[in-house]
């Protein structure tokens, strides 16, 4: 290797990545189990950790060495090259957010989701309001530093950190295609619904460390290795920690195991993708994930094309009844599968269904969009709110806390965020039928819990991949096209009006 | 203020401190919760902590600050002399220690103490021999570098790391004159408890939940805040996190719940002064606490002065019973006293009384000087380890595992750290004697539980003054004399002799 500065600059951007994989595990432990009177120690220890991250990202000479290396391009390999432009982009918005823009929002983002903590429980929005505000302020105030620094608009330099190179004007093209589907298909597969019987929800109590021992023996199906990870309980369950030390969480309700079960099936996707990405770049930007629809695309595709299908539920539903000593109909594999695609407009993200589920993320993108663009006030969320849920899915939350206080990503910093749920449950859908046409030892497998083939499939075109391309064209390598409505919606129809 | 450079320092510190608090946060996670596999990243990402913070505390400019700092100590009152006191000091030892010494001192730390969790159990020296080799080496390389700085040996130099000020000429006097009393004392102890009914177990199992809960109890009515704190499981009990986030743990034995809880007890005295620290100096040196013997000394006030006492088992013996629901000869008062002021030579430091063990510190002062000073090889260690436990309490070990491999510290590179132990219970007993004649509220309170008088004292006379003076100071401001051996003497004769 005879361009030294890159070499110089991945000795670098490890030092950045070692800093993160630190950060992410104080985030995990705030959310998992640090006691309630540490948050302002660690919201000033989180900051101060941005900090640094910043000042070794913004250094003066990282840029000189940036494009020292890009005049010799010819010395580097098809990684590399993709390596030294991801720190190229990173090191572009980075460096067009100055420090102290960067402490204020990591301190905001900290105070308000300790008041969301409390003001979710309580419907009490105007309780968080100010701390929203300033959090929004500063979002928009570091969106319009990178904003100008790429040339795009505030909303897509926000989207950028989340959808690399993600851009508002695609999304509000396929979730135009979406609105104009699923108020009728909704309408449709609630029809076909009513016209079968209901499923029934199995009789609890079911001791959490029940549910925990069959949530954990799933997870080893699927191919979670404990010794690199952990599965723990927290508020808003989330995969985080780093690919060495996948950390995912969960939430329990002794009346009802079927919802924090298959929540943790959903974040094994994510932590799988974690594991799987390329050992040999670890630590460098190409070797992170692709962005965040792509990861969704994990979590859903674990979750939605596989674990509630048929053939998964029937493997599964034994298991299930056994670990909880169940008996009678309500255990049965045709009751389980019903619960589990079972379709009804509620309040509540995490907990819809995958029809509703674009309306509530359709709602949210429009709401974020408006007030980044400055086209609405935090005064007007929680009507603006209930209003969007009235004409799309037709139901108004009795309170804020089933609605605008639901989610902590607002409250936490994280704008631009959710549009990428739903291109994920498309991408899942596109990249399943792809892996299911590749290899038919994929969709056998499931009937037994054999998910070797399906992870080998995905190691190979997803999770090894890191970044070395984009998603739309990782999506095309895969599955022949870029990202296509039309399978989305076949998957739909398949599964619920057949 | 006009002492400007003061000023900058302080700012400077409490960002060392901020990113000291986040390792040891990371600390903790490694030994209570951290997965196996994630050993090797995490051994990075704590190097990685440690280049960050010797950088930020060897900056040229931090130097030259306290230089500008100290030529206006006029502008300062004593707090802040101290605190500019200590970076001075902090500064001489760090910046005599070459990055890349940090780098592979942590990395090897990391490595070997990862090592030892496999080797102990397995009773496997010479597994870990290389790589506790590689401590070794990394660390009397370290201790030079400050022992030149410092002007003192290369032991003092590390001494001073846990006992700031701290000189083995001291420890040789105080250590010789508790080897002149203790033998014969060790025989006179055996000869009462002899010439009494010996102590029954109360009968397990006792379920770990169970245990837990009692434990936690006491710490409450010691005083810790679990809005400020947690209590978990590690192979070796400690105390870690920070001030506002204060994590002890310890380890569970379902046949016998009487050593786990006396060791939560003990880490909640550390707990206590970590809490207790002044809340106005939080993240400046001064605000830190004093040293290690001082520590101890607060963890043996409570567990070996107050809790090992006949008030406060006649307090605590009914709460146990009622706990597991006991019943029985065993479950007395009497019989748990002595269960708890059993003098017995053992094996095993952590477990050991308070008779005997001033013996397995003394063995592991003299054997770390030997091995620091080059006077004995680690080929040597486990037959030395055996000669020695020979000499001081008429036993060998079975095997390493009882011997050289029992303790994590040097394999952790806390090397000068074991002579804290002996100093802290002495000066537990120093404390107090005095707390009990300062206010007869504090031994009353024992009877009852009430803790809250004995903790005033302590805040007040110990915990918050951090580092304001030397341990000294703080001994004789509170007890009116510096270390005495005597004191320590006459509370081993009145609760083993009477």
Redesign the interface.
């Known amino acids: 290797m005879t361009n030294l500065a890159y070499v110089e600059l991945e000795a670098r951007y490890r030092?950045v990545a070692?800093?993160g994989?630190?950060s992410a595990?104080?985030h995990w432990?705030t959310a998992a189990?640090?006691?309630?009177?540490?948050a302002?120690?660690?919201a000033?220890?989180l900051a101060?950790?941005q900090?640094?991250i910043h000042g070794l990202k913004t250094a003066p000479e990282v840029g000189e060495l940036i494009g020292k290396a890009e005049t010799q391009l010819g010395d580097l390999d098809d990684w590399q090259r993709a390596n030294l432009s991801e720190m190229s982009h990173q090191w572009t918005k980075a460096s067009a957010v100055p420090e102290d823009l960067v402490v204020a929002l990591s301190l905001a983002c900290s105070a308000c989701e300790t008041s969301w903590r409390s003001a979710r429980p309580a419907a009490d929005f105007a309780s968080v309001k100010p701390l929203l505000q300033e959090v929004l302020d500063r979002t928009r105030e570091a969106g319009q530093a990178k904003a100008e620094a790429l040339g795009v608009s505030i909303y897509d330099a926000l989207l950028d950190d989340y959808e690399p190179g993600g851009r508002s004007a695609d999304i509000d093209r396929v979730f135009g295609e979406l609105q104009a589907f699923l108020p009728d298909f909704l309408q449709e597969a609630m029809d076909v619904q009513a016209s079968r019987p209901s499923g029934v929800l199995p009789k609890g109590p079911f001791p959490v460390d029940t549910q925990r021992a069959l949530g954990e023996g799933f997870m080893k199906a699927i191919g979670f290795?404990?010794?690199?990870?952990?599965l723990d309980v927290s508020r808003h369950p989330f995969c985080g920690g780093?690919p060495?030390?996948v950390r995912i969480t969960t939430r329990y309700d002794e009346d009802d195991f079927t919802s924090s079960l298959m929540g943790v099936l959903h974040e094994t996707g994510h932590a799988m993708y974690e594991r799987g990405l390329p050992e040999a770049w670890r630590r460098q930007p190409v070797g992170n994930a692709l962005g965040m629809s792509i990861h969704e695309s994990q979590s859903l595709l674990i979750e939605m094309q596989v674990c509630r299908s048929r053939p998964f539920i029937e493997w599964a539903a034994p298991i299930m009844k056994e670990a909880f000593n169940g008996s009678g109909p309500a255990w049965e594999t045709e009751n389980l599968y019903r619960l589990y695609t079972r379709v009804k407009p509620d309040f509540i993200r995490v907990d819809a269904d995958e029809v509703t589920y674009p309306a509530h993320v359709i709602l949210r993108y429009r709401l974020e969009r408006a007030l980044l663009d400055g086209d609405m006030t935090l005064d007007e969320l929680p009507a603006a709110w209930n209003d969007g849920m009235k004409e799309l899915l037709g139901i108004v939350p009795p309170t804020d806390r089933e609605g605008c206080l639901q989610d902590v990503h607002w409250y936490d910093g994280a704008w631009g965020y959710f549009p990428t749920y739903t291109l994920g449950a498309m991408s899942a859908a596109q990249l399943y039928a792809a892996a299911c046409d590749a290899d038919a030892a994929i969709p056998a497998g499931i009937f037994d819990g054999d998910f070797y083939p399906l992870m080998t499939w995905l190691r190979e075109n997803v999770h090894g991949k890191g970044r070395l391309v984009t998603s739309v064209d990782l999506l095309t390598a895969a599955t022949g096209q870029p990202l296509a409505t039309d399978v989305f919606v076949d998957h739909l129809k398949s599964r619920y009006l057949a």
Do not use: N, Y
């Open positions: 030092r070692l800093l994989e630190t595990i104080l432990d189990i640090m006691p309630d009177g540490a302002l120690a660690r000033e220890q101060e950790m900090v640094v290795d404990f010794d690199f990870g952990r780093c060495d030390d």
